[in-house]
């Protein structure tokens, strides 16, 4: 996303909020489908917790979910006034309802998918609805909400509001990062990446491909697959848990290896052990990480010949590694030789280039060779400017890794608007709470109480005088 693009989360989400009880304080005695937005589970719990208790008592709030099997929103609703008296008398109240979250939109083998059939019921429900002098707010994720104003376009005309509420914890993936599987998912257009897919629509996948052939290659591509996804989702900060998301990242990957070495997928499976020791190297489990670099080093050396880009990466993971374990020696050969095949094959500005001068200058770095460590830092920097968006996260290493190097310098203002340039990139694009952007606020903190005399000692000088 473009810096220009940025929105403060906490407003949008306290203006969003405002809006809708202010909608549902104004539909009283009248049908009002108001639409509300929202891709983390627990934050749309809290907001419809908060407007009940806000609504109470002078407004009812009754809650329902879909009907998993019969997704009709009118035959829901149905159902809940007729065993409510209250309701049928016309008092004031407010309807939530949840649970379209929950419908697939894979086909899974059937003749149509889950949100189909919401969908189908959707589109035909307006006219039904006129018998509920109520507000209904109905609520949906990002992805839903862009299949409502697509396939039900008479239900999307009478809506009276559509409330987002921005989040960076995402229920959903693009198919556009599913390369190795599109052609498996039965969408209707297999070539729009923007299209979001639910993450328990690929779960249910995978469950349906071990039921029917527990053996089926196409089961190792879609752990290698899920393994990514969540990868990918940890370190954005799109999880809905950072730790728990990993966690799933490193058991599709455990299973990704386990079939590929029995259907001997070798090409399959170095990238499937070089992602999994990966994940292991940022949990610290050095001793489970470093056979799965070597295999996936020994397995593309063999497979794609001594100068490849992939074997550039497996050189620079284990000399990572490493260099994590305090191992400089067996560490500085192999960045030597990743930066040296890099600049052969792919040229001297290339950000992959610009990543082993990173690491070679982190290792000099951490053995205090800072004059060594400096000018490769800089490069690295100089050469991801002109190379990258300005936003990119491979410029925040480049800015964090030099700050990093005059911090234990002391040379605390040269270090703090490098520091304070990675925060505010880190703050949009991974948001103010992941563990990444924490750490380098608490960097830029350090610094800056560096560059402002302290307090007490300003006082004691200005006794002493």
Known sequence: MAQDDWVDPELQNATAYDNLRVAIEASQGALSLLLAVCDDERLRNEIIARYQADLAPDIRCYQTTLIRGEPSLRKTIAQLVEANEYLQQGGQAVITVTGTEQLYFLKLGEARSEQEIFLGYLQWTREALRDFHFPIVLWMTYQTLTLVSQKSPDFWSWRKGVFRFAVRKKASVPVGELDAIRSTLELERPDHDDTLLPLEDLKALIDRTEQQNPQDPLLATLYNQMGRVYGWRAERGDAQDYAIEQAQAIAYFEKAVALQTELEQESELANSVDWLAGLYDNQGRYEAAEPLYVQALALRKRLLG???????????????????????????????????????????????????????????????????????????????????PADHPDLVIDLVNLANLYRVQKRWAEAEPLYSEALQIRKKRLGADHPKTIRVRDNLRKVRSHLQPNFLQRLLKRFTR
């Open 306 to 388: 001594e100068e490849h880009p992939d074997v550039a990466t497996s050189l620079n993971n284990l000399a990572g590694l490493y260099d994590n374990q305090g191992r400089y020696e067996a560490a500085e050969p192999l960045y030597v030789q990743a930066l040296a095949l890099n600049k052969r094959l792919l040229g001297e500005e290339h950000p992959d280039v610009a990543t082993s001068l990173n690491n070679l200058a982190v290792l000099y770095k951490n053995q205090g060779r800072y004059e060594a460590a400096e000018p490769l830092y800089l490069e690295a920097l100089a050469i991801d400017r002109r190379m990258l």
